[in-house]
């Protein structure tokens, strides 16, 4: 079963704008973690947040985690057409195990 | 460096043939899994290794085998192909059993 589920699952906006898209999941977390996907390839990583952090940056990249809600956002700004992309959150359940599970993902389509 | 290899990067298979998905990876990594990826879906864990003879079942892992006798090479096994198993297959590494390395994926078709 999906433990993260993204929303909304498809997101068109302008370059420059700001695109945000969310991660809800059902059970408690270690860490949760952002990849992207471009058409075709494999998923590539891009953040990680522990489950002690609330808030993160990496470039244009903002992730929250809100445990008590079980959920994070992934807000990029300034988007630009090359952050055409399907995104995905990752939770590690917090069994220790290496059994991590992917959302459904947000495909988001910049238009330039 | 090559990171994660897949091969082949497709393959069309008939109902009951079975292949070897291959996939290496030249990181050193201990964790190595394999997803498969489905419209609407998500990756699925199919099966995952934490080491060179150590291997675990994931999410779905019914029709595959896997095995892991050294720290690059984790082969999938699909024993006898049902149509059910067309998907795209992604194979990923980790040192630190967080940030994922994926490779490019084989593209699986069964008629």
């Known amino acids: 079963s999906q433990q993260g589920e993204e929303d909304p699952q498809a997101l068109s906006i302008q370059e420059g704008e700001n695109a945000t898209m969310n991660c809800s999941y059902k059970?408690?977390?270690?860490?949760l973690q952002w990849y992207r996907q471009n058409s075709g390839r494999g998923l590539v990583h891009l953040i990680l947040?522990?489950?002690?952090?609330r808030e993160k940056h990496s470039g244009r990249l903002r992730v929250t985690l809100d445990t008590s809600k079980k959920s994070s956002s992934l807000l990029i700004t300034a988007s630009r057409a090359a952050d055409t992309a399907s995104y995905f959150c990752a939770t590690d359940p917090p069994s220790g195990t290496y059994k991590y599970i992917f959302g459904t993902g947000t495909r988001l389509k910049v238009l330039a | 460096n090559a990171g994660v290899t897949q091969t082949p990067k497709f393959q069309v298979l008939k109902t009951g043939q079975s292949m070897t998905l291959q996939c290496a990876q030249d990181?050193?990594?201990?964790?190595m899994s394999w997803y498969r990826q489905d419209p609407g879906m998500g990756l699925r864990l199919i099966h995952y290794?934490?080491?060179?003879?150590?291997?675990d079942q994931g999410e779905v892992p019914n029709g595959y085998n896997v095995s892991r006798s050294t720290t690059e090479d984790f082969p999938l096994r699909l024993l006898s192909a049902a149509p059910s198993q067309t998907s795209v297959y992604f194979c990923?590494?980790?040192?630190?059993?967080?940030?994922?390395?994926f490779g490019p994926g084989t593209r699986l078709t069964v008629t």
């Open positions: 990923a590494s980790s040192w630190d059993r967080i940030e994922q390395y």
């Open positions: 947040i522990r489950s002690n952090e």
């Open positions: 990181m050193n990594h201990e964790y």
């Open positions: 290794s934490v080491g060179a003879g150590i291997t």
């Open positions: 059970t408690s977390i270690n860490n």
